[in-house]
DNA sequence: ATGTATGCAAACTATTTGCACCCCC
DNA sequence: GGGGGTGCAAATAGTTTGCATACAT
C-alpha cells in the first residue's frame, strides 16, 4: 500500500496530515515486516529530522492504532511495538532471546468454537509463541 | 493443592521458606481463579501484615514465576498479572472496560501444526481474547 | 555461622499530561 | 482564523536495584 492510502483514510477523517505524522508512516512503510517501539520509530527520525519530538511519536501512533492503521503487539516485554496494517491477518514467533519474530499464519479464531463463548463481544485477540529462533539456537 | 505442596518444591531447591513468601502464597491459595498484580498481593498482606514491601513482593513473584509455581498474564496492560498454577492449562476472556477474566479452555497449540513451525524452540505460548464482558454490556 | 532475604530509598523505563506556541485546512 | 497538533518539561506508573541489616537453615 502506498502512503497515500493511509493519508487518504485520515484526511477523511478530518485528521490533520502533519509533517510528522507523515514522517511515521514512512518509517513504517520503509520496509517489511516492521515492529517497532515508539523509542525506535523516534530514533529512525530524529536521525534525518531531530526536532521531531518523542511525545509526538507516542500520540501518533495511539491516534493510528484508533484508526486502525497500526496494531500494538505486546510481546511480554515492557515496551510496546507497533506495525503497520499492511498484511493478512498474521500471528507471531517470537524470540525470547534476541527480542526477533517471524510472522505465522494460524489464527486460533478460525478453529475455536464461538459459539462458546457467551455473553462477551470479541473486540481483538492475542496470541504468540515464544521461545528460541534458529539464529539463537546454537 | 495444599500450600505445603508449594513449600516443599521450594525447599527441595534450597530456598528459604520465609514469612514473606509464605504470606504470597497464601493470597493465591485463598481464592480461586486470582489474577492479580504485584500491588494487588501486597496490599492483600499488608492489611494484616503492614511491615511487608512492595520490593519484596516483586522479588518473590519473580522467583515463583522461575520455579514456575506462578504465571505472569499480560493483558496489555502496564502491569502484569500472576495466577497460581494449580489447575489445568487455560486461556482467558479479558474484558477490556473492567479487566475482569474468565477462563476458557481452548488452546490453540492442540490445533495447529507444530510441524510448520521448524528452526523454532517453543518454550511458551500466549493467547487470551479481549472484549466486553456480560456485566459490562449494557 | 553463613549466605540468602528483607526493607528502605533511590533509580529507572516506558508512557502520559499540562501548557504555550505553531501551523494545517 | 481557528482548532487541532507540536515540543518542552514535568509528572506518573510500574518495576528494579544498591545497600545495610535481619533471619532461615
Known amino acids: ?18 509533517p510528522q505524522r507523515q514522517e511515521i508512516l514512512h518509517v513504517f512503510l ?5 515492529h517497532l517501539s515508539a523509542e525506535e520509530v523516534h530514533s529512525r527520525i530524529t536521525a534525518k529530522y531531530p526536532s521531531m519530538s518523542l511525545d509526538t511519536v507516542y500520540r501518533n501512533l495511539a491516534m493510528l492504532q484508533e484508526q486502525g492503521i497500526l496494531t500494538e503487539l505486546n510481546f511480554g516485554e515492557r515496551k510496546s511495538l507497533f506495525e503497520i496494517n499492511n498484511s493478512e491477518h498474521h500471528h507471531h514467533l517470537v524470540c525470547t532471546k534476541c527480542g526477533g519474530s517471524q510472522e505465522i499464519d494460524f489464527c486460533p479464531l478460525d478453529f475455536m468454537d464461538r459459539k462458546k ?6 473486540e481483538k485477540h492475542s496470541f504468540e509463541i515464544f521461545g528460541i529462533c534458529a539464529n539463537c539456537m546454537e
Chains 1, 2 share one sequence.
Not at 1 to 18: C, D, H, R, S, V
Not at 117 to 122: E, L, Q, V
Open 30 to 34: 520503509s520496509e517489511e515486516n516492521l
Open 117 to 122: 463463548i457467551i455473553n462477551f463481544k470479541i
Open 1 to 18: 500500500m502506498p502512503i497515500n492510502y493511509f493519508i487518504e483514510q485520515l484526511q477523511a477523517k478530518g485528521i490533520k496530515i502533519t
